[in-house]
DNA sequence: CTGAACACGTGATTC
DNA sequence: TGAATCACGTGTTCA
């Protein structure tokens, strides 16, 4: 039993099965993930069917708790009624005329965020998708490690990934200490030259009176 | 020694004097970050001088090598020479009458994306500016932990962030286990409900031998 | 209302 | 080249 994401990994981008490899963890209801920020659980979020086509798996069961803490923003504007823009955006940095841009990508135009001589660099509307898709993933990959991660830290009081960070390098330097000592007091007969020396916490001071 | 960023926990926004707190913190330059990704270690970013006054400790010298792979961005258009505005923001989402709303944000507009209808809620300047300043000292905050825990992970191969939490995991379940195991093989008297708990350092153990 | 935390899309960079 | 990663600013929610 190591590694339990493996076969995330091992499955690269084909399709969305990542989704039910929570199975391999242990299971969210023991988690102590009801306190602070991303514990929300939102019951799934309808994504606004106004476009909607995230490529998303469109009937994603709130994996787990972070997913929907700020569910994702889908436009909500007036399209035109049968636009089915495949790009998903922000709420902000979108205007009419963006439509425009956009709808434009889609035959494989070049976005320069509506002007140019300030970016250096283009990318057509499948690249732009894929790149938030492939972002997303990356995201989705990260919290599900933080998941995990917090699981087996013991006492943990907040859920920020902070705290987790945190605490998971608190708990990591009191177990190295411990097996130090354990490794210590488990073979006191090396004549204390051997010892890879390391930390002297209680190791001798009783030698030789 | 315990919880190095403790320091920084405890000051809270008062100034930027979280730069120079990596002292405490074990020296980079022993750090395995140079493999692949966030390892720039580009020099300090010339921040564009044409706006520039980030609030952001204009003289900062690369705190870690974290801090500068992409480095922050700054509107670097043509602004009317005099404007000082006060205000960061991505690249995108900027049109020239974008400006117009920003110089009003300035004396406590409310911003709300140029356009109504879409966003329930507004903001001023100061609280827009104050949102960005705290997501970027979170966002430092977090990879400064991430730094952090790349350190203690023995034969850390990549040094993507979610490798890192990744190995994090597995080195926790291996010196648990290591625990367990030399736990067992120490006292195999105790029925292990007499144990004490965790970290039974050397206090005792050695009386009346 | 304010501060803290999260997810999101996006530009940039590296290999 | 294309895929992967990162930091960034932003919208949003919650205590």
Redesign the interface.
């Known amino acids: 039993m ?2 339990w ?1 493996s076969e995330m990994e091992t499955s690269s981008m084909n399709d969305h099965n990542f989704v039910n490899q929570s199975e391999t963890m242990t299971p969210f209801n023991e988690l102590p993930f009801n306190s602070k920020p991303f514990s929300t659980f939102s019951p799934p979020p309808p994504p606004s069917s106004v476009i909607s086509n995230y490529s998303y798996s469109n009937s994603m069961p709130a994996k787990n708790q972070f997913e929907n803490l700020n569910t994702f923003k889908v436009v ?2 007036e399209v035109p009624s049968g636009t089915t823009i495949n790009f998903s955006s922000s ?3 979108m ?1 009419d005329s963006d439509f425009g841009d956009i709808e434009a990508m889609r035959f494989g135009a070049a976005v320069t ?2 002007t140019d001589q ?2 250096s660099y283009n990318r057509t509307s499948v690249q732009a998708q894929d790149h938030v898709l492939a972002e997303r993933k ?1 995201r989705e ?2 919290t599900q ?2 998941i ?2 917090s699981t ?2 013991p006492n943990l009081k907040k859920l920020d ?2 705290t987790v ?2 605490d ?12 130090k ?6 073979k006191p007969e090396i004549p204390a030259a051997k010892r890879p020396r390391l930390v002297s ?2 190791d001798d001071s ?1 030698s030789s009176g």
């Open positions: 190591d590694t994401w909500k504007r709420v902000n940095s205007d965020t509506t300030k970016k990356r990959r990260l490690r933080f995990a991660l087996l830290i990934k902070a960070l945190g998971a390098i608190q708990y990591i330097k009191q177990l190295e200490e411990q097996v000592t354990l490794e210590e007091k488990n916490s209680c009783s």
